[in-house]
């Protein structure tokens, strides 16, 4: 009988491992979370310096607490916004193409007057043959194709998006049926206000 006999082997060891070190960033994602400090209401007497009967100092009110009711962060409710345009004119930094993004933007965000975004995500559609719904996705394009439009919306209009940033504004493929090529979906995520 083989030595080995009783040992795991290799892809089940594997999984094991895995699954351990997912329980090990799990932990550590847990336990990094730090309560907010709330201040004191009462943080009593302020010694003083001197020895003398000079009258103590008046307390100031103390701030308000934070509103806590409701955590900040994302709003879970999304909103997607969708322009179509020329995918290889856009990559290309053809200006007509740059204005046309920049108008299609400033009418689709008109409803959303006086918000900002915090977090977006382009999903751009490019299909090779003569555009329309028909032919396959090419992922390579349509990921350049939403990246480029990533990159400008920033200067389309800065008032509302975030400086640009791979970590709040991402371009990906959209390879969903029925897309015409040369649309991209803009998914907008809001602060909670």
Known sequence: MSRDAGRPGGPSFAGWLFADLLLVIVLVVLGSEVPADEPDPDPGPTPTATATATPGPSRSPSPTPPDTSRPGGLDPVTVSVGIRLDPD????????ETAELTRQITQEIKRYE??????????????????GSGGSVDTGRSDAYATAVARLLPQAAPQFFPPYSEKIIRGYHDSGSGIASGTARIELFFLLS
Not at 89 to 96: F, K
């Open 89 to 96: 004119a856009l990559i290309a930094g053809r200006p007509a």
């Open 114 to 131: 006086g918000r900002t975004a915090a977090f977006v995500m382009v999903f751009g559609t490019v299909r090779t043959g003569s555009g």
